[in-house]
Every structure is written in structure tokens, then in C-alpha cells.
């Protein structure tokens, strides 16, 4: 019968989106609602190029399309082929105007907001105590830190006393003195979601004097609470990895800081042990010892160049020695007087190399080679010679 009926081909339906999401495949699933009813609707992921905007909840839209039975749910949906803005719905204006609202009294400020704990010993979450998201917290953050403490105050979050119960689980937690505090829920419409749209909530986590972080819905939703907040997460998930330490990462950075620590000490106390190797042949070098037996090898090399130079000295004088005694030999009286020569002198050892020396009557000495002889001048008698 929708397959037959031409009027269910194509039609627009207007009305506000509610429960978007936008899957991994490309497809965009949401419902379409107005105060008299809803329905589903779905945008296969070869449709989207035509779609200039991106879908947010309370969105005001109209929708063109076809409509058709989903055979496994056996239920009739709206397969989108377009969609056109019409306006923003009921909800998102209530959400867009006290968002300006709140915006211009300062409370989104990044002055106010206050950096979370470097290692926290508590956390505080606010959430409903069944449902994924305290699982999930419970699950992420044990499993970074098993020595966390997680205190849960298990708030209302969804429906007329949602924000008042929210706003008691801030106070209580922030007396309990706990190191960060982590307030969400999980993924849900603008409708679910419109206590953390509140200005009660609003005001309540901009009073606390504890680090929160906002862990609302999925990574497309966004809440007043997320603006407040002095953290966002994408997810309750994401929250518990921010609020926590990882445990194993941190002591693999110990364990690496270690390791680094060693081989820097090694490296230093090595140089270190260069160093005093330097030094300590430097010591060696100008000890008293050490330099005392330079100063000795010192004087043994003064001592045999001056013996060698003493040598050779001695050597060359008794050369010249010779050479002068050979030469003395050629006038050598002793050798004149055993060629048959002879010396004659007076008593008073003046030598008479003339007759005007002597006088008869005085006493000389013949110097011949193997003695003196003894004798008186008898007479003097001149003779000329060639000379």
C-alpha cells in the first residue's frame, strides 16, 4: 500500500528535530515532532550533499521525502531526499536565549574557570546511579588509577526535578571536599536533556568552588552546563580520562625518567672519572719524585755532553800537545847534545855563547850528553864566523 501510493513519494513534513545522530556510515538519523505527533525520519548518506547545514536538536526544519515501511522494526519512517530551515523550535530558542543570556552576565567567562588537579585522590560524579554513563566513568577510571576513590551522588536527571536534584548533588559533593567533580549523563534529545539547559544548574556549577568538568550526551549534543563548566568532555568516557591519572602511563614516565637519570649519571660520573685521570697523570707529571728523576735524567745527559765535550777537548790539547812536542824536538837541547854538541855555562848558570862572557881563570861547566864537565878558562881567542 506505501509503495502504490503516489501521494507518499513525495511530501514535506515540518516540525523540530529531536534525537540526532549522525552515524559512522554517513547517514543521519533523527525524528521529526510537533505538538500533535512524530515521526522517524532518516537521511542516507547520499543525500547529505545537498545539505548546506548540519542538524542540532530543536532545530525547526521541513523535511522532503518519501514515506516507506521499515520491514525489520515493522514500523513506517520518513526517508529524507532534502531539507529546508523553518525557523528554530520552541526548546532551542528557550536554549539559545539563555545561553545569551547567561553569556553576557559573564558565567562562560575563561577567567573563572579553574585548571583540574594534576592527580586526584577523589572524584565526585553527578549522574543517575543506573545507566551507561556511571558505568562508564566507574569503568574508565579505575582502569587508569585503581586507587581513586568515586563518590556518587545519584541525581535525578531527566524531567521536572532534574535541575534541583543536580544542584543538591554539586553542593554536597563540594562539601565532601572531593578533588574534581564530574556532572552528565548520557546521550538523549533536547527534551532529555534541558535540565543542564538550566539556570539553576547554570548557576550552581559557576559557584562551585570545585574543578567540574561537564560530561553531557554524545560529542554533537551541547548544554548550557557545557559553557559553565570548567571543563568540557565530549562524553561521561572522555570525562573520566580527564578527571583521572593514568597510573601505568605515569609509572612508565617514572621508569623512562629512570632509565635517563642512570645513563646521565653514568655519562657524568664517567667524565668525571676522565677527568681525574687527567689529573691524576698530571699529578704524576709535576710530582717532587717524577720531577726530581727528570731533573736527574737531565743531569745525566748535562753530565755525558759535557764529558763527551771534555773528551773531546782533551783530545784535541794533547794533539796540539804532540804536534808542538814534535816540533820542540828539532830544537831540543838534549838531542843537540847527543848529535856530539855541547852547552856551556858559568857558576852562576849564565850561558857563554860568547868569549866576552869568560875571562881566563874562570870557572864554567861543558854540558855534554851523558854529564858536565868541569874546567878553567885557560885563554880566549876570537874567531869570525859567517853567522
Known amino acids: 500500500m506505501f509503495s502504490q501510493d503516489y501521494l507518499l513519494h513525495s511530501l514535506s513534513v515540518r516540525g523540530e528535530v529531536s534525537n540526532c545522530k549522525y552515524h559512522s556510515s554517513g547517514h543521519i538519523y533523527f525524528t521529526l515532532k510537533d505538538k500533535l505527533g512524530v515521526i522517524s525520519c532518516i537521511m542516507f548518506a547520499g543525500n547529505r550533499r545537498g545539505l548546506s547545514f548540519s542538524l542540532t536538536e530543536g532545530m525547526q526544519v521541513v523535511v522532503t521525502g518519501r514515506v516507506d515501511v521499515y520491514e525489520r522494526d515493522g514500523r513506517y519512517q520518513l526517508y529524507a531526499s532534502s531539507i529546508e530551515r523553518d525557523g528554530m523550535g520552541e526548546l532551542y530558542e528557550r536554549f539559545i536565549k539563555l545561553k545569551e543570556e ?8 575563561p577567567e573563572y574557570k579553574s585548571p583540574l588537579p594534576a592527580s586526584p585522590k ?3 560524579v553527578v549522574t543517575a546511579s543506573t545507566g551507561a554513563a556511571i558505568r562508564d566513568i566507574i569503568s574508565v577510571a579505575k582502569g587508569r588509577d585503581p586507587y581513586v576513590q568515586i563518590i556518587l551522588y545519584p541525581a535525578t536527571v531527566q524531567g521536572e526535578s532534574a535541575p534541583e536534584s543536580i544542584c543538591k548533588g554539586i553542593k554536597l559533593l563540594e562539601k565532601k571536599q572531593v578533588d574534581v567533580m564530574i556532572v552528565g549523563r548520557g546521550g538523549g534529545s533536547l527534551e532529555d536533556l534541558m535540565a543542564f539547559n538550566d539556570e539553576r544548574v547554570a548557576q550552581a556549577i559557576f559557584d562551585c568552588s570545585i574543578p567540574i568538568i561537564s560530561a553531557v550526551g554524545h560529542e554533537t549534543d551541547t548544554t548550557i552546563a557545557d559553557y559553565v563548566a570548567d571543563v568540557r568532555a565530549e562524553t561521561p ?3 573520566a580520562a580527564l ?3 593514568d597510573r601505568d602511563k605515569e609509572d612508565r614516565q617514572l621508569y623512562e625518567y629512570g632509565q635517563r637519570l642512570n645513563r646521565l649519571m653514568e655519562k657524568r660520573i664517567e667524565s668525571c672519572k676522565e677527568r681525574l685521570r687527567h689529573k691524576q697523570v698530571l699529578l704524576t707529571a709535576k710530582s717532587p719524585k717524577n720531577r726530581i728523576l727528570s731533573y736527574r735524567h737531565r743531569s745525566m745527559l748535562i753530565e755525558e755532553r759535557l ?4 773528551d773531546k777537548a782533551v783530545k784535541a790539547r794533547k794533539e796540539r800537545l804532540a804536534l808542538l812536542a814534535s816540533g820542540l ?9 847527543s848529535q856530539g854538541y855541547s852547552y856551556t855555562d858559568t857558576e852562576d848558570g849564565a850561558c857563554v855563547n860568547s868569549i866576552k862572557k869568560v875571562k881566563p881563570g874562570d870557572k864554567v861547566g861543558i854540558h855534554v850528553k851523558d854529564g858536565i864537565i868541569k874546567a878553567e ?3 880566549t881567542e876570537a874567531v869570525k864566523r859567517d853567522i
Open 237 to 239: 568516557t572522555a570525562a
Open 243 to 245: 578527571a583521572t591519572v
Open 377 to 379: 878558562v885557560k885563554a
Open 307 to 310: 764529558q763527551a765535550g771534555m
Open 329 to 337: 824536538d828539532g830544537v831540543s837541547p838534549l838531542l843537540k847534545l
Open 122 to 124: 577523589t572524584v565526585g
Open 102 to 109: 547567561l553569556e553576557d552576565r559573564g558565567l562562560f567567562a
